[in-house]
């Protein structure tokens, strides 16, 4: 090869060393978790986020090979999104640039909203792992310990193939931010324990205020935040306005940590 050499002499091997070494590494830290949030849109993110930053150990777990969910295509794949007062703070916080278009009412650019929001979950400490796929609970003594999880690809394999038995990873708290599917809501209903109505038709200016207000525990240990908490509750569907998913994501991450809180205390 001609030419100066620009990078340093590190082979394929090594690569894949520092690639395997270091996936394992963590996933073996992460095995037992404080808080497991499943799934990464905007409600799980910033869940993870704000209990990462209060120290919690977090992990968050996304089927997908991309993270962000309905938040980083925007509405009609147009890559924007609009919030609702007074989830613009949680913008500014995040330092996401938004127009105002009327009062109370704001736009801002998908792709740069979202990249702003997994930076952030990252740099709090969450640590994420993606193209894998949630597929049971761990339920002990009548609460959620955990979560059953198989790489994604598992379930696009022929059944003649495709029995591959999942690992699981065990936790004190549990968050289904699935968004419209709640689907690990779902591992309870297939059972008996519980029932869904599922999401009702769109109505934005009930939606919202209608998921944040019901974020919160639906069974010991198992915490609903985002649209989930649509499906979980009958609530409307909200559309391309994501001011709900942010404060829902606050809340859910404020209800872990006193949980965890009150878990220590003596009297637990």
Known sequence: ??????????????????????????????????????????????????MANSGLKVVVIESNNYLGGGFWAGGYLMNKVTFRAPSEEILE???IPYKEIEPGHFVSDSPHACSRLIAAA??????????????????????????????????????????????????????????????????LEKRGILTMPGEANMWVERSE???????????????????????VYGLPRMGPTFGGMLLSGRKAAKTAIESLELMKSPKA
């Not at 993606?130 to 761990?138: F, G, K, P, S, Y």
Request: with cysteine.
């Open 209 to 231: 205020d209608g998921v944040v207000e019901k974020t919160g525990f639906v069974y010991p240990g198992l915490l609903v935040a985002g649209m989930a908490v649509a499906t």
């Open 93 to 95: 916080e995040l330092g």
């Open 1 to 50: 090869m001609e030419g100066k050499t620009i990078f340093a002499p590190v082979g394929e091997a090594s690569v894949t060393r520092a690639i395997v070494g270091e996936f394992l590494g963590e996933f073996l830290d992460y095995v037992e978790s404080d808080v497991i949030v499943v799934g990464a849109g905007p409600s799980g993110l910033m869940a993870a986020m704000d």
């Open 122 to 187: 990252c740099d709090a400490g969450a640590k994420i792992i993606n193209t894998t796929r949630v597929e049971d609970l761990v339920v002990r003594d009548d609460a959620v310990r955990g979560v059953v999880m198989n790489w994604s690809a598992v379930s696009y394999m022929p059944k003649a193939i495709g029995c591959v038995d999942p690992v699981a990873m065990e936790s004190r708290v549990v968050i289904d931010a699935t968004g419209h599917h709640s689907s690990i809501v779902g591992y």
